[in-house]
């Protein structure tokens, strides 16, 4: 998803690599997830995925337009939970390497990407675009960036090595563990031993589906 270079090349190895947790127990019930015993609630989630669609609408030019940005990122509400989750779990990382992010530091990103983009709404478009960031969001996702670089700083963590990378999962790894990510079922679970989101069987989805075609039939 993210094919920026230098500051979007660490954030790219976040997007694309998979959560590494070391307890994948059951959120609490109205939650999304569970991350360190602070929930993500179902409407926080839905409400970040709402924001994205208004984003995706209001920059259409027309209803096709906008169905074609919405088929292209069908995954959202899923990438979204992956997205909450993971930022906590940087964010406890970086917090036992010591590392902090001040705002002139996000405000500073935000100044050198925005000249890259043609100015603050080509850079906002770009996030909205590539990465699924409503505009709103948009600094918080630029702190993230900051910090995921600034963790590997103070890691010596080179992200163009395997080396590097080892070292950098190895931090968000013992990060997850004290966490103790849970993710409702809904939308899929951790799996500690492939270090990725799988999906689960739902098979309540299928009874409650085929129930409601009989009575329909």
Not at 12 to 37: D, E, R, T
Not at 173 to 188: D, F, I, M, W
Request: with cysteine.
């Amino acid at each position: 998803m993210h094919r920026r270079r230098t500051a979007i090349a660490l954030t790219a190895a976040l997007a694309a690599a998979p959560l590494l947790s070391a307890c994948g127990g059951p959120a609490h019930a109205g939650s999304a997830a569970v991350v360190g015993g602070q929930r993500i609630t179902v409407s926080q989630l839905e409400s970040r995925v709402n924001e994205v669609r208004a984003a995706q609408r209001a920059a259409a030019t027309d209803d096709a337009q906008y169905q074609q940005a919405v088929a292209q990122t069908s995954s959202l509400t899923r990438d979204t939970v992956h997205s909450l989750v993971l930022d906590r779990v940087l964010d406890r990382a970086a917090r036992n390497a010591g590392v902090s992010v001040s705002r002139s530091e996000v405000e500073q990103m935000r100044s050198s990407l925005e000249q890259q983009a043609g100015g603050a709404k080509g850079l906002q478009s770009a996030w909205l675009q590539q990465y699924g960031v409503a505009p709103r969001r948009l600094d918080d996702s630029l702190r993230t960036e900051v910090e995921a670089q600034k963790l590997a700083a103070a890691l010596g963590a080179d992200m163009s090595t395997a080396e590097g990378k080892t070292v950098f999962w190895k931090a968000m790894t013992e990060a997850s563990k004290e966490l103790h990510v849970g993710l409702n079922p809904r939308y899929g679970a951790w799996d500690v031993q492939k270090s990725s989101r799988v999906d689960v069987p739902t098979p309540w989805v299928k009874e409650v589906t085929a129930a409601a075609t009989q009575r329909t039939a």
